[in-house]
T-cell receptor
Framework: GEDVEQSLFLSVREGDSSVINCTYT??????LYWYKQEPGAGLQLLTYIFSNMDMKQDQRLTVLLNKKDKHLSLRIADTQTGDSAIYFCAERAGTNAGKSTFGDGTTLTVKP | DAGVTQSPTHLIKTRGQQVTLRCSPKSGHDTVSWYQQALGQGPQFIFQ???????QRGNFPDRFSGHQFPNYSSELNVNALLLGDSALYLCASSPRRAGFYGYTFGSGTRLTVV
């Protein structure tokens, strides 16, 4: 079945770059996502990438996809204290709406 | 434009009771998915509704059931509550034909079973 794995914690200094990594097992994963969850809140979609892409950049966010190794990463440039949150990697197979499988999240702590 | 609205925000129930959680999707979205998020874990897929029918279901027992109304809003019902049902229940909406762009989540309902 589908499985998504993430490291649990990452700590960086304000102004540094953060890199959050994710691996997935489902080779039919077509869409991959990064969501952010702040305390007491739901998940916020940050960005997504299709499986036929290698990279996607959106302002301070860069997503890299290595489909051969089933590895996804999220780089946050110039990390700020407001970026402190839990980041979830998720995958979805198929087209249109359908279930997504989420990892257990990486807690990013940004120190001033 | 209101996003996804869930009610109530918090709920305390006793083992064996039944609970109903409610969700109004984002305007323009016709598909509603429900997720359970236990403390320290990622969301787990419960089921998805589209055109008032359950379209996909995750690995959850029949105690979990749902409904979607003609206005696309949805309810999640859980019968015979167990302590292990304590979690954050998240509603996520998406447009069926462009759902690959990802979900819009509500803030969730925190259910505590005592």
């Amino acid at each position: 079945g589908e499985d998504v794995e993430q490291s649990l914690f990452l700590s960086v200094r304000e102004g540094d770059s953060s890199v959050i990594n994710c691996t997935y097992t489902d080779s039919s994963s077509t869409y991959l996502y990064w969501y952010k969850q702040e305390p007491g809140a739901g998940l916020q979609l940050l960005t997504y990438i299709f499986s036929n892409m290698d990279m996607k950049q959106d302002q301070r966010l860069t997503v890299l996809l290595n489909k051969k190794d089933k590895h996804l990463s999220l780089r946050i440039a110039d990390t700020q204290t407001g970026d402190s949150a839990i980041y979830f990697c998720a995958e979805r197979a198929g087209t249109n709406a359908g279930k997504s499988t989420f990892g257990d999240g990486t807690t990013l702590t940004v120190k001033p | 434009d209101a996003g996804v609205t869930q009610s109530p925000t918090h709920l305390i129930k006793t083992r064996g009771q039944q609970v109903t959680l409610r969700c109004s999707p984002k305007s323009g979205h016709d598909t509603v998915s429900w997720y359970q998020q236990a403390l320290g874990q990622g969301p787990q897929f419960i089921f998805q509704y589209y055109e008032e029918e359950e379209r996909q279901r995750g690995n959850f027992p029949d105690r979990f059931s749902g409904h979607q109304f003609p206005n696309y809003s949805s309810e999640l019902n859980v019968n015979a509550l167990l302590l292990g049902d304590s979690a954050l229940y998240l509603c996520a909406s998406s447009p069926r034909r462009a759902g690959f762009y990802g979900y819009t989540f509500g803030s969730g309902t925190r259910l505590t079973v005592v």
